[in-house]
Every structure is written in C-alpha cells, then in structure tokens.
C-alpha cells in the first residue's frame, strides 16, 4: 500500500508564507511526477504546480513568481513554498503523484487527503 501524507497548511494573513510537505509511504519502486492540485469551496479541482523526477516544474499562471515547488527524491518528498499569499490562494490544497509499487509494472496516481489553506485579508 502507497499513502501520500500532507503536512503544513494553516491560517495566514495575505502577504504572509506557508510550506506544504507530501510524504510519500510504502512499498514504492519509483516515483514520476508530483503535485500539488487546490479545491477552493465551489470550484474545481485544479493544478497548481508539478515536478518531474528530473527536475522539471509546471505553473499554474496565477501562482508563477510566488510559489515554488520542489522534491526531494531520496525522502520521496514533494513542497511547496507559498510566498505573497492572497485571499484568493484559500483552499484545501492536495498532494499528487503517479507512483510504481515494488512488484508492479506501472504506475498508479495517488491522492494526499488534503491540507486546508486559508488566506485572511
């Protein structure tokens, strides 16, 4: 089994900063690309930032400048730096990666559970 844990999310005021942690557990082979998509209440899922196993990042536009999302390969961990953060940032923020299981052939995509992050103005 392959759990993905979040950890780091809270209450800020706008301009203030937060990091999100996703630990990867399990019988894992490898991990491809990690992610952190966000849930605002009444909207979508959406992404918000990715990582490849190289090394390559993905932004969502409205975020480009203020986040920052990194890995740590060794850890099978993924962050995410928020800076400048605004009201509209508020949502529950969740951890995604397609993971290959130890004895597997192919990967598989997991969900965290979720992180609440709220933004006051």
């Known amino acids: 089994q392959v759990q993905l844990v979040e950890s780091g999310g809270g209450l800020v005021q706008a301009g203030g900063s937060l990091r999100l942690s996703c630990a990867a557990a399990?019988?894992?082979?490898?991990?491809?690309?990690m992610g952190w998509y966000r849930q605002a209440p009444g909207k979508q899922r959406g992404l918000v930032a990715a990582?490849?196993?190289?090394?390559?990042?993905t932004y969502v536009d409205s975020v480009k400048g203020r986040f920052t999302i990194s890995r740590d390969n060794a850890k099978n961990m993924v962050y995410l730096q928020m800076n400048s953060l605004k009201p509209e940032d508020t949502a529950v923020y969740y951890c995604?990666?397609?993971?290959?299981?130890?004895?597997?052939?192919?990967?598989?995509?997991?969900w965290g559970q979720g992180t609440q992050v709220t933004v006051s103005s």
């Open positions: 995604n990666a397609d993971i290959r299981r130890l004895g597997f052939t192919g990967p598989q995509n997991y």
């Open positions: 990582v490849t196993s190289g090394g390559t990042t």
């Open positions: 399990g019988r894992i082979s490898s991990i491809n690309t």
